[in-house]
Nanobody, 123 residues
Framework: QVQLVESGGGSVQAGGSLRLSCAAS????????MAWFRQAPGREREGVAD????????YYVDSVKGRFTISQDNAKNTVYLQMTSLKPEDTAMYYC????????????????WGQGTQVTVSA
């Protein structure tokens, strides 16, 4: 049974930092792409960052480049999203997702999803 379990969300002031974690189980870790998406109320789900677990290559949407970092711990089958210099517009429910490589930022092509973790950034 595939499971993606996110943690690490919370409430911070603008300029603060949070680290999200996504622990995966039930599928071949190294052949997958892991991604973070977010969805704010009334808005479509958007891709934030992804990582090809096998190659280590990463991609970031322009709005988070230089502020967010996606990383992995292969020993724990866990992917992280380190978020710094947070802005109120980063407020959203953040979801971890997985699909067989290659990576992309198209939500409908992701097979597995976590339950989401809320990030709230106040001005």
């Amino acid at each position: 049974q595939v499971q993606l379990v996110e943690s690490g969300g919370g409430s911070v002031q603008a300029g603060g930092s949070l680290r999200l974690s996504c622990a995966a189980s039930g599928f071949p870790w190294s052949s997958n792409c892991m991604a973070w998406f977010r969805q704010a109320p009334g808005r479509e789900r958007e891709g934030v960052a992804d990582m090809n677990i096998g190659t280590g290559s990463t991609y970031y949407v322009d709005s988070v480049k230089g502020r967010f970092t996606i990383s992995q711990d292969n020993a724990k089958n866990t992917v992280y999203l380190q978020m710094t210099s947070l802005k109120p517009e980063d407020t959203a429910m953040y979801y971890c997702a997985a699909r067989p490589a290659p990576c992309d930022m198209v939500a409908q092509w992701y097979t597995y999803w976590g339950q989401g973790t809320q990030v709230t950034v106040s001005a």
